[in-house]
Structures are given as C-alpha cells and as structure tokens.
C-alpha cells in the first residue's frame, strides 16, 4: 500500500505547484472603461491560497490574431492579487483574453492552457440583448455529422461481466448532440438508449465476447455503424454501485476461470492519496470508501491486482457539498436611483458553520454580461484544470437550480475514459520534469564590460531605487558572471525604477534587464488554450453595428472637436530625468571652454589655442581642423614633417545648450531604468446626500461596485455598502471566493435587484 501511495506522490514533482484563476467586473467593456480584475493564485493540490509565488504577470491580447496590447506586472499577497486595465479608446472592438501567469503555475511541461478570461471590448452597448436561444435549453444548431463514442465503466469489457457502458455524442464544433440509438448483438436488435444530458448517457450489457455487437443511430445518417468491439475474454470489472454522502460503494468482478488473488483499490485527489483498500477477489467483492476526511472534487479510483499492475480505473465526484455557501442578501429588491444599497454576504460550509472566506464581489448592469461565459471558480478549479480537453458548460454541475446536476456530472466523469484525469500517474510520468522554471517569479538582469581597463576593480553591487521616493535605496549583489535578480521587494518599489552602476568615465559598462514576457511569448506557442464550451445558438448577445448612444448622454455636454497644440520641440521627461538633464546642462555652462579662432575661424583651434580668439556665438557655423595621418582623417596637432592633407569641414550650428537624448542622459549618470510592479488604483465608489440624489450631476456608472478583497469575519459575515447610479435597469451582482484555511472550499452567488427613476 506504500508502494502505491509513494510513486503517485513521487510523480507529482512534475506538476506545476499553482493554480490561477480571474475574476472581472464584468464581461464586456466599452473603449474608454476600466477593466478591473482578481487573480487567485491558490496551491493546485490542496485549492488553498499560497504565498510561493510574488510576482503576477498579466496580458491583453486579441483572440483572433494572439496579438498583446498591455501587458502589466503584479504583486501577489499571499495568494491574492486584483489590478485594473484601461481600455483605450483606440482598441479595436473585438473578442479578447485577459490572462495571468506566474512561475509555478506555468511552464512549457503541460500543454493546456488556463489561466484565462474571456472577454468582449465593443466601442458602444447598443440596446438591452436580444432575445437568444441557448444550446441545452432550446433549439440546438442544425449539423448533421456526429462523433459517437462509447466508454466502458472501468476502462473495458469483459465477456460474461454484467457492466455500465457509457456514452457521448458531439459534432462536428465540439457541441453536444442529443441521440436516440439500438445496439444490435449478431445483427439483432438487443436494447434501445437515448442520450439523457449534453448528449451523454448509459446503458448496462453483460457482454460475450463470441457474438459481435454494433450500434445504430436514429437520425440524419441511419446507415452509420458503430461497432462495440475490445470484449475480453477473461479479465475484472471495476464498477460504481451508487455514491451516497458517506461512502463510495464498489463492485470489483473477475471472470470464474481467473485464481483468487489480493487488489488493492487506490483513491486520489488531485495526486494525493487519501485512502487505499485491499481486498480479497474470488469472483467478486464488494469495497466500500468512507467519505469523511476526503476533500471536494475529483476522485481517481485505481483497480490493481496482486502485482500492483493498474487494470481498471474510474472518476468520481465526491463531497460535492462541500463548498462555499454564500448567501447575498440586500436590504431591498428595488431601488431608487442613486440610492444607498446595502448587501450583507455570509459564507457557511454545507454544516452551516461559519467560513472566513477571501471574496470578489461585482455589482454591474445586466446588458454587459456575457451569457456564454459558463466559467465560474469552481468549475475552473474542480473541472476544467483537472480533465484533459474542453469541456461544455462545465457551470452546469455546481448550479443548485439544477437538480440532475450530480446524476449529470456522474455521466460527464464515466465518459471521460482512462488518462484523462490530469493527475493520472501515467499522464504526470509523460510531463517533463521541473528542474528549471521557464518564467520567473523574480526578473533576471546583468552587468556586462562592453570595454574595461586593466587595473579596473571588478563591481560586486548595483544600486536599485525610485527617485520619488527618498531614502530607499538598496543594493543588490552581482554573482560572479555579473548576474542579479529583481526580487518582489525591489520591484514593489515603483512603477519606474532605475538602477545605477558604479563604473568611470573610461569604462564602457552595460546594465540589461531581461524582459520576462519574452519567455512567456515563447512558451505561448507550445500551449492550447483551453476555455469551456457554451455557446449562444443563432443570435449575438450584442449588436455592435448601427450603434446609438445612449438617452442619458443627450443629457450632457457633447463637444464636437477638441484641439490640442504643443510646441514641436519639447521633449517629454519624467520628473527625475529632467532634473538629470538640468544639471547636465548645468555643468556643461560651468565647464564650458569653447573659443574660436580669428584666423581661420577654427572651432577649437589646436594650432593658435586661445590667441586670436574670441567666444563662440550660438546659431553661427564654424569649422574644423583635421589632417590626413595612416589612412584616416584626425582632429589635433600634426605631427612635424611635410606631405600631410588637410581639410576644413563646417560644424553644425553652434549651440553650447546641446540637447541630450535619454540614452545619453542615461549613460552619463551610469543608469538605466527598468518597470515595477504596476500601481493599484482605488475604484471609484460615490456617496450621494438628498440633495445630490435629485439634483446632482447625472451619474451612469454601468458598474456600481467592485470589491476583490472582502474577508468575512469569525461568523463569515461582511457588510457593504454602495450606492447605485442614475441608470434605471436591472443590476446583477456576482460574488466569489474561496476559504482561507478550508482546503477546497469554493463558492460562488449571484444576484439581482431593479433600479428605478
């Protein structure tokens, strides 16, 4: 039993140790809008909120074309992190991916991609979305081809073994299919079965491996034969008798022929052991699984015989009550508008216990949800990172208005088959081994003699600090190849930071900074993305074209044209670099030593040096002195001797005031600047008085709220407050979370109330 428990748990060494999750305010986004985001960074074994990785790394980027237009990096704080994008108003309205990476959870191993959110960016909301049908709960999408597959319970038939058969039916896009089918033995027709949920379902045969079987479909192409083959002459059958909430029942068979031996049936979650029973096997046996100490989620049970060889394996969903309980509740239905509402959230565990949870609440007007965005905490955490492939509609098996949803989420698992399950040991033996993270959590840079005297000391330190803020300073040691690293604490700094090195005039020294978004780019390439499937039948949720504004703007100020002028010469800097270039500029007044000669009108003369001169005058053109000396043309004194060619070039416009570019200015203190993590911005939250509420200025925030760091207190309750806009609809708030010191425990609530003029 050791043995078993150990080489899973050795195998997962390879598996990325996090997991990242976003949540948005909302679906769609006008240009011009704040997108405002939660990254939950939690330990993908156990589902709890981890403090190994500092640093969030977040990109924007078109669907179609995989195009970045922002990326940004982030602070992680034990496991949380929620920043906010700008949507230009130049962004091409479109289809985009919001996504988040860290060190630990991704890497070039695994090659689905999940870490993501979905996104529209229209220029304008038009009207309320039209009416739409959804696939599942109306007319499906006409499409006559089907992709039918059969999945027996346990991993294969053996003849004369009564067993389950699942099966499921898709097109041609992935989508479920409904189907009504018989399965014939020797060309007779032996039972009839139909598809009970998202074109899945099942059937029991005791199968003989003499006589042959197929199935027919009734539909579009009647002809089409699907043969049932694979039958075992002899061999066990690892079967589910039924899943109450205290245990797992199971039913292990073996053919009459075979010897009585020892299995062992092998229970893990998420690559961790939690329970293994032995057995004896004569022809059949019956085990049964305590429930209790098990988290929620996916449960891979493993059939091994008496020489610890895998041969059956099923997926089972266990504790599925054992989450979040959230409870949103506002003290009004319907509120006037730009009135103060009030939402008290209780989080309990399915005992009714009290859970301190870590919650992100958004409260925004229905018409910029996305109702084919079927992706929620739970289903990412528990589904769609645990299986291999996408999934459809994955929401469906944590949503209580479903009563099916456990029976349906029963059929989702018997037809996945053998090595789906992403914790599988055979699927973590196939990864590559962790030795080395692609994508940092700290950002790499190197110090680098471009030229270096001889007698020069050999730096050990570069300084790293933010000139708006005195007195922070650090230093960061280099290794002995010249190497450092930007750690969390020096990039929590600032935005824009700067690093300076200690080299002379006569040194050349180059500074470099990797970008570590490169390293993701490239990893990217290798990756699929993966999102769950639920897609709208016929209509588009949304019309962007022949867009109108809305009513309320009639209500303000439209200017037609608004023109900005500038000189062309000034030269943008931040504050620190033009307090650089200022006394740049100013040394370069107190050191100048500039004349020209009366002579010949030699800027610098080396021949007459300061007799016969006179100061430069700005704007005037001078020339320069230069003679033909070993192939090549030289500024200075000739040597003494005949036979030299001279030559006198004119100079630029004198100017003693040169401008500085910002390489140069930066080459000229030994710095060179570098990106922190990206500010937080404080979300906009009004507070009206009763003068304001009737004759303030009109208000349309579409989002009222946005809240991602709610901790419930010891009696997992938390109180908000916030008032609602001028904007008369109806308003959905969602909540979700997770608990702080509860492994596994997930939750997410929706919510609704009118607002009225």
């Excluded at 009459?256 to 299995?263: A, D, F, N, P, Y």
Aim: aromatic share 10%.
């Amino acid at each position: 039993m050791d043995n078993l428990a150990e080489r899973l748990h050795l195998q997962t060494t390879n598996k990325p140790k996090l997991s990242v999750y976003l949540q948005t305010s909302k679906g769609i986004y006008e240009t011009g809008e704040d997108l405002w985001f939660k990254g939950y960074v939690l330990d993908a074994q156990r589902l709890l909120p981890s403090a190994l990785d500092k640093t969030l790394y977040v990109q924007l980027e078109r669907e179609d074309n995989n195009q970045v237009v922002l990326q940004e990096k982030l602070q992680v704080g034990n496991g949380f992190v929620d920043g906010h994008i700008h949507i230009q108003d130049s962004l091409r309205a479109g289809n985009y991916r919001l996504s988040a990476y860290s060190s630990r959870s991704f890497n070039a191993g695994s090659k689905e991609f999940h870490g993501f959110r979905k996104l529209k960016i229209v220029e304008r909301i038009s009207t309320q979305p039209k009416d739409t049908t959804f696939l599942g709960q109306g007319r499906a999408i006409k499409n006559d081809s089907i992709h039918f597959s059969v999945f027996p319970e346990g991993g294969h038939l053996v003849s004369g073994i009564l067993s389950t058969i699942g099966f499921k039916a898709v097109d041609a896009k992935g989508l479920p299919k409904d189907v009504l089918g018989t399965l014939y033995e020797n060309d007779k027709p032996l039972l009839t079965f139909k598809s009970t949920h998202a074109g899945m379902g099942r059937f029991l045969l005791t199968p003989n491996s003499n006589k042959r079987y197929h199935i027919k479909l009734k539909g579009p192409s009647p002809q089409q034969v699907y043969i049932l083959s694979g039958i075992k002459t002899q061999g066990k059958v690892l079967q589910l008798l039924n899943t109450p909430k205290e245990e797992l029942v199971f039913k292990v068979s073996q053919s009459s022929s075979l010897k009585k031996e020892s299995v062992y049936l092998r229970v893990q979650i998420r690559g961790l052991v939690y329970t293994i029973a032995k057995a004896l096997l004569d022809k059949e046996t019956i085990i049964k699984i305590p429930l209790k100490d098990l988290p929620q989620g996916i449960a891979e049970v493993t059939l091994f015989n008496e020489s610890l060889k895998p041969v059956a394996e099923r997926l089972v969903y266990v504790n599925h009550d054992q989450k979040l309980y959230i409870k949103a509740i506002l003290d009004k239905g319907e509120y006037l508008t730009k009135e103060e509402s009030k939402l008290r959230l209780k989080v309990t565990d399915q005992n009714g216990d009290p859970v301190v949870a870590h919650l992100g609440l958004s409260v925004y007007d229905q018409i910029y949800k996305t109702p084919e965005d079927c992706k929620t905490i739970e289903s990412h955490y528990q589904l769609s990172t645990q299986l291999k492939g996408t999934l459809y509609n994955p929401g469906y098996y944590f949503d209580e208005k479903n009563e099916d949803r456990k029976q349906a989420l029963n059929l989702l698992l018997l037809t996945q088959g053998w090595r789906r399950y992403v914790w599988n040991e055979q699927s973590l033996k196939a990864q590559k081994p962790l030795d080395s993270l692609y994508v940092k959590d700290h950002v790499e840079g190197e110090l680098a003699y471009i030229k270096k005297r001889k007698n020069t000391t050999k730096q050990s330190m570069v300084v790293i600090y933010n000139p708006l803020e005195e007195g922070n300073e650090t230093f960061i040691p280099l290794d002995s190849l010249g190497r450092f690293a930007l750690t969390a604490d020096h990039l929590k700094m600032g935005r824009k930071l700067y690093i300076k090195h200690f080299g002379t005039d006569r040194d050349r020294i180059q500074v470099t900074v990797k970008d570590p978004f490169n390293a993701i780019n490239k990893i990217k390439e290798t990756k699929h993305y993966s999102y769950p499937l639920a897609i709208i039948a016929e209509k588009e949720a949304y019309n962007e074209s022949d867009v109108k504004a809305w009513a309320s703007i009639q209500e303000g100020v439209t200017l037609d044209e608004v023109e900005i002028k500038g000189k062309k010469k000034r030269i943008y800097r931040d504050k620190y670099l033009s307090k650089l270039d200022s006394l740049e500029k100013l040394k370069m007044v107190e050191r100048n030593l500039d004349y020209v000669c009366k002579l010949d009108n030699y800027l610098n003369c080396p021949i007459h040096r300061r007799s016969n001169s006179r100061k430069p005058v700005e704007g005037e053109v001078y020339l320069e002195f230069m003679f033909f000396s070993d192939g090549e043309w030289l500024k200075g004194i000739a040597p003494v001797g005949v036979g030299y060619w001279f030559k006198s070039p004119p100079l630029p416009p004198y100017h003693s005031d040169p401008y500085l570019s910002k390489a140069n200015l930066m080459s000229r203190y030994n710095l060179m600047c570098t990106e922190g993590y990206s500010p937080k911005k404080v979300f906009y939250e009004p507070v009206y008085d009763t003068i304001e509420q009737t004759n303030g200025f009109p208000d349309y925030r579409n989002t009222l709220l946005w809240k991602p760091d709610i901790i419930t207190d010891k009696n997992g309750e938390a109180t908000i407050r916030f008032y609602c806009s001028d904007i008369n609809t109806k308003f959905i708030g969602i909540v979700e979370g997770v608990g702080i010191s509860d492994e596994g425990f997930l939750g997410t609530k929706s919510f609704e109330f009118f607002v009225r003029k």
